[in-house]
């Protein structure tokens, strides 16, 4: 079983919508969850990171930790085609170390 | 503020071939991460250097070496080609520190691609 596993999808929904993308992960350990974007031929960059279970929000984006299932999610609200790209979901193996372990990745379209 | 810059872009190896790739971290960063990615694969952790010494390593064969030099610029070297390392080599630098969470941020990888 993989560490973290993510749906590759694809994806495909209509601008404006809500975006829903999941991941689940094993091994309970002390852990960051992160969610990276990807563009096509570049580098991943950061969404945003949490370490609590709950919700944390950053503008149209909101990330969510269950850790009593081990679930995360990533909600994209009022989608915009510029958000097309892959999704990658990531877990740090401690506070500090930045030795990701990440999900598939989903690859995500918005259609105009 | 410079970007976490990778050279080359793409390369093309043949198989038992050796390979090296370099990264320029970005500034005031003196930690580098390497991972790799295969097509339609979320990355791997390869291996990690900090201040020039190997901090952690992924489950990658000893082929797969690196070095870091004293401007925390790094080199990723793979010896003995494998059809199966054709992949996306990314590069990602980071600053550990006293604060909640610090951000790796990643280079736009070097495309290998072995024949």
């Known amino acids: 079983q993989k560490e973290v596993e993510q749906d590759p999808g694809p994806l495909s929904v209509p601008e404006g919508a809500i975006v829903s993308l999941n991941c689940t992960y094993s091994n309970s350990a002390f852990q960051y969850f992160m969610w990276y974007r990807q563009y096509s031929r570049k580098g991943p960059e950061l969404l945003m990171y949490t370490y609590s279970s709950g919700n944390k929000e950053d503008g149209r984006f909101t990330a969510q930790v269950d850790k009593s299932s081990k679930y995360i999610s990533l909600f994209i609200r009022d989608s915009q085609p510029s958000d097309s790209a892959t999704y990658l979901c990531a877990k740090d193996l401690r506070q500090g170390a930045q030795k990701l372990v990440f999900g598939q990745g989903t690859r995500l379209t918005i259609n105009p | ?115």
């Open chain 2, 1 to 115: 503020e410079t970007g976490v810059t990778q050279s080359p872009t793409h390369l093309i190896k043949t198989r038992g071939q050796q390979v090296t790739l370099r990264c320029s971290s970005q500034s005031g960063h003196n930690t580098v991460s390497w991972y790799q990615q295969a097509l339609g694969q979320g990355p791997q952790f390869i291996f990690q250097y900090y201040r020039e010494e190997e901090n952690g390593r992924g489950n990658f064969p000893p082929r797969f070496s690196g070095l870091q030099f004293p401007n925390y610029s790094s080199e990723l070297n793979v010896n003995a080609l494998e059809l199966d390392d054709s992949a996306l080599y990314l590069c990602a630098s980071s600053s550990p520190g006293a604060t909640d969470y610090n951000e790796q941020f990643f280079g736009p990888g070097t495309r290998l691609t072995v024949l």
